[in-house]
């Protein structure tokens, strides 16, 4: 089934404890797309570029079956540009730039060849804008993922707990869990969260691995332990790609398909890690995942006798 | 399998965001012996304690198959105390007070009838106490697993180096791993600790639950999510319980029942913390814990088809 992502498409300066990249590609929809082409086409792209952006990303995408009609290219503005330090632990991060440049005006406009899609991801940006793009569709979606962070936690509280009210399932890691939900016991954050809109919430703890929170189950997924994490950057975007791709891809919302999602999720992330940037997420083969898919079984499989 | 347990018997007083205790009874050989006197008994004792020690403590370990011909009464001394202050996140702590007090010259002796112990568990001591309790044993066990501390590691690293070399399994913390091995990825951590002595080492995460090395292969165990943790203290001992008490039980070695223990110890260690010290360990029956169990295998199962 058809999915609609929206979110940045980008360039990105990366400096981690182990290397330092130039201006490359990233953006939250980039990563989601190259990660959920694996499991769905086609992928239909909201997003805005500068004429900076390279014509051989763009291709790249369509020819993973990701439809560009919905991606304004601003030829004479430039690309939204992040640069960021990672501390040691990878969990942390400085903010080092920020150019909004074509972000800072935009407005999504959803193409009527979108309108068939059931599957939506919205990742993370503005709330006001994932919201606009959900407004434009004219028929509920079958499933609305969303990410977030606490930039807007901070800065839009009241568009984001707006839009938390349209949305299925939504995605965000521990701490910003607690930020939104004032909660430090993540069980109690989900149960806050869930009242406040979506029916499943799913906590990314990096190293740690995620949380599959709905109505009173839960679902522990583990993170493959990795010898490095070279860059954490895109993890968490490359993570609802898989998630919302394996969910497309089945069609299945049931809870035991969406512990699988998770694990598709995190699988994905793990390659994304390896390597800077997208490098890795591009160069996997469909054998690569299913093999990695069958190390988390192993990783957390467990056949115990009771006594 | 008769199983031999070195370590403390002491009070602790501890201070949570959610409570204050009195002086209670704690200790990481009270703690460990309560849990693994679920699976297995009889349990050797060796420890020491003042004339302070509540007679229906020891009465109650004996009750449990606790065996205490190997735990010294000072009469006219007190028992070790320790006080502590636990941070929100409940993975640090501030130690207020520790008095030393019998412990100051223990010299364990461990008794002929104790000879017949197959497993061994070195609870959290100075390592060349537990390095004397090994010593006094006249034939190699089948197993001997170690708990340790980042304390010892600070004051007595070429001890606890040379009774490395003679444990199977070692048992300490994320941030323990790290020091020990100067390597920040666990997975590499992992790797320069085997190669130090043991075998097979686990890593403790708290709510993020608990890791297995063992060669090249690796087991990922997650905590019961909670809403509140209450107390945390014993947890890890409560954990080496467990853990150690299904080893003996089955008395199988297998890289696969070690999985098994690993999850018994994090469903002992998930009862520990819902309630100050050893209260909610002491009341826990076999039913509870098969049924915690259970829920462990509902917590990270599912059962993908690959795609």
Known sequence: MALLVVGTMAFDAI????GKSDRIIGGAATYIALS????????KQVSVVGGDFPQEELDELQNRGVELGGVQIKKDQKSFFWAGRYHLDMNER??????????????????DSYQDCEFVMLGNLMPSIQHSVLRQLKK????????????????????????????????VNDSEAR??????????????????????????????????????????????????????????????GGFIGHLASTGDLSFNNMKNAIIVGSAMAS?????????????????DIQRRIGQFAELVNFDIKLI
Chains 1, 2 share one sequence.
């Open 179 to 240: 930020q939104l939900s004032a909660q430090y016991s993540l069980v109690k954050a989900a149960k806050h969260i869930m009242a406040m809109g979506p029916k499943y919430l799913v906590v990314k703890k990096g190293e740690h691995g995620a949380l599959l929170f709905h109505e009173d189950k839960v679902f522990v997924a583990p993170a493959l332990p990795l010898e490095e994490v070279f860059d954490p950057t895109g993890a968490g975007d490359t993570f609802a």
């Open 140 to 171: 509920r979606p079958k499933l609305v993922v969303m990410d977030t962070m606490n930039f807007w936690m901070d800065s839009a509280m009241p568009d984001l707990k707006e839009l938390l009210k349209h949305v299925d399932v939504l995605l």
């Open 36 to 43: 959920a082409s694996n499991f769905v086409q086609p992928i």
């Open 94 to 111: 400085d903010t080092l730039d920020t150019q909004l440049n074509v972000l800072a005006d935009f407005i999504p406009v959803v193409p």
């Open 15 to 18: 400096e981690t404890p182990f």
């Open 271 to 287: 390659f994304c890690v390896e390597k800077f940037g997208t490098t890795r997420i591009k160069e996997i083969s469909k054998e």
